[in-house]
């Protein structure tokens, strides 16, 4: 049997409308790689990959959330809010 992972999302930011729907959808997808400490650290091309996005497309939209907070990276590592 696969084990099923799922995030947390807090309804704060999918409910930002001054967020775009595909920085809510990259913010949830990240969550999904989330520890109990909510770091990750997937790579860009599998965020790319799973997402059916660029990997620019994906760096753009983290530039989105790192600019509202929601996610703040230290080297590899993301943290999500």
């Known amino acids: 049997m696969t084990m099923k992972k799922f ?3 807090h ?4 409910q930002d ?7 809510k959808g990259l913010y949830a997808l990240l969550c999904t790689f989330a520890d109990k400490d909510r ?3 997937p790579k860009i091309s599998t965020l790319s990959e799973l997402s059916g996005v660029s990997r620019r497309t994906i760096e753009r939209t983290m530039i989105e959330l790192e600019q509202k907070k929601y996610v703040t990276r230290k080297g590899r590592i993301f943290i999500i809010a």
């Open 39 to 41: 770091s990750c650290y």
């Open 17 to 23: 409308i001054e967020l775009s729907l595909r920085a």
């Open 7 to 9: 995030g947390i999302v």
């Open 11 to 14: 309804s704060e930011i999918i």
